[in-house]
């Protein structure tokens, strides 16, 4: 089974801007979470889709949303870009059933200049 | 509100060595118990998890013992390898009654093993 795929693996841009990043979950998994891995705040919980519904949702500011499609992909963007947005963003697909165990992207790292 | 507290690293170890990474948590309901672990330049990959407490978790010569007496999950190994050179991160998913809980990480403890 193909792991999960996440795209672009890198992207630089400058504040201001907006972001889209992809993620392709395990097939069969209806479940995708996001995260943000800083070395400041280590690794945070965005928001959760499950069945193109957000299901949970972290504590970060409505510039970062998100949207999960028919096939389960996921789509998370985040607008007017700061300089603190600046991070690898990792998302983990699952089955989506009670404590199943999630598996994760290689992440997409970006950069805000 | 939920938490996990590991130990800060860095770890470093001749190979060969046995190696005990601590992680204890607070949490309301009956958590899983995670161990990640991520190599330089990747995603995270799932060591090993325990669902109950008493219940060990196992792989790749690694062990963790859900102990809810004392909220620990501590990580063990008995004789590392350079190979296991990494970040590690415990984790856990509350049950929320049904739905996917999202997990809590520690800061996460960075091993290099020195041949």
């Known amino acids: 089974k193909a792991g999960v795929t996440q795209t672009p693996r890198y992207l630089i841009k400058t504040r201001g801007q907006q972001v889209t990043l992809s993620c392709s979950p395990i097939s069969g998994h209806r479940s995708v979470s996001w995260y943000q891995q800083t070395p400041g705040q280590g690794l945070q919980f965005l928001f959760e889709?499950?069945?193109?519904?957000?299901?949970n949702k972290g504590n970060f500011p409505g510039r970062f949303s998100g949207r999960q499609f028919s096939n389960s992909r996921s789509e998370m963007n985040v607008s007017t870009l700061e300089l603190g947005d600046s991070a690898l963003y990792l998302c983990?697909?699952?089955?989506?059933?009670?404590?199943?165990?999630?598996?994760f992207g290689p992440g997409t790292r970006l950069l805000v200049l | 509100g939920d938490s996990v507290t590991q130990m800060e690293g860095p770890v470093t170890l001749s190979e060969e060595a046995f190696l005990t990474i601590n992680c204890t948590y607070t949490?309301?309901?009956?958590?899983?118990l995670f161990w990640y672990v991520q190599y330089p330049g990747e995603g995270l990959q799932l060591l090993l998890k325990a669902t109950k407490a008493d219940d060990k978790g196992s792989n790749k010569g690694f062990e963790a013992t859900y102990r809810k007496e004392t909220t620990s999950f501590h990580l063990e190994k008995g004789s590392v390898q350079v190979s296991d050179s990494a970040v590690y991160f415990c984790a856990l998913s509350e049950d929320y009654g049904g739905s996917q809980g999202n997990l809590i990480f520690g800061k996460g403890t960075k091993l290099s093993v020195k041949p």
């Open positions: 949490a309301t309901g009956y958590p899983s």
């Open positions: 983990a697909s699952s089955l989506g059933n009670q404590q199943e165990t999630q598996y």
């Open positions: 889709y499950f069945s193109e519904t957000q299901r």
